[in-house]
């Protein structure tokens, strides 16, 4: 593949994540419930657990870049290549750890993102056939498996979370912490490496290709529309719905209208019809399935936005290719924003931001240079790489991201 060619394809994989990031950016800002009803707004319709999937679907992607592309490495070569993405997530974990202990309510991914870095590692080696059959089987498998293990670690482990974010002192009780990272926190790494391994399998493919990238919007729509409808049924005709309102867990809750943003403060253990919903961030196959159906129409669209001139959406893309400094910076700027009296609107803390970001995307896209913290993973993960043999790290050199 010509240098020409996969420059297009890397512009159009970081309008993606540029995508990803403005995305949880608005849900972090924005209400998402109509004030004084139980309405959901446009943005919690549009972008809640469609934006972070994205963002899990791009790194799935980025992972399989790293290693080869549609054509995986092996031997020594995958070795390196799996002991710089190593070194990449324990940076991430740190920063996550970091942000962590941040006064915020924002539901801070870095950690569990890491971690999920690091549960890729024995895939990072399979060829395209028999990635795809385990993404498959992940993601239809792993939400019965959270449903099944979660009664259990609520008798087990307690608490069974950590309450909030992951931060260092959550070292000290690693039975909580790690329930939180699999099954019981906000991005449960059980059920969300199926987003990681749909998009290694995404990465696999000759993502120059008008084929491909025309079937990944094609199929993602498919995937997309086809769960909506499933999940219509299932609580409507075949009394999903009916039988979920039954439950202990449902009494005294909205339900019908939780089901559109978050069933997370509802407990899901009596019915097995909780696995019919498809509600964000429910871990549900459905759930997976939509959102990661999003995700690949998304890059898909950026793909063939991009195939004639890979500036075409330099406002996403420039900012797409720093997303941990500007997630890390995003963080921070709300932790201070929601602590000012009055309150500032939301369209102007969000809009500032995103003009900020974008002009630093650019910025730094015009300086040929990449943000801190991206120069910081970059430059520790090819000295990771480069650590078993010095002609090994060269070549590692010229294929790396």
Known sequence: MSTQSASRRLSGIDAARGIALFGMMSTHVFPLYVPGTASATWIALLFTGRASALFAVVAGIGLALLTGGSSPRTGRSLSMDRRGIAVRAAIILLVGLVLGGVETNIAVILFHYGILFLLALPFTGLRLPALAAWALGWTVLSPVAAFLVRPWIETAVLPTDVGGNPMFEHLLVPSTLLADILVTGYYPALQWLSYVLIGMVIGRLRLAGLGVQCALVAVGLAAAVGTKLIGSYLLGPAGGLAALLRTPEAAGYPLEAMLDVSVRQIGQGTSWWWLAIGTPHSGTVLDLAHTAGSAAAVVGVCLLLTRRSPRALLPLSAPGSMTLTLY???????????????????????????????????VFHRLNTRGPLELLTSGASRAARSGLTPEAGRGAGRTGS
Do not use: K, N, T
């Not at 809009?351 to 970001?357: N, R, T």
């Open 328 to 362: 890390a910076l995003h963080i921070s700027i709300m932790s201070w924003a929601d602590q000012l009296l009055p309150v500032p609107e939301p369209s102007a803390v969000f809009w500032f931001q995103a003009l900020a970001f974008v002009a630093l995307g650019i």
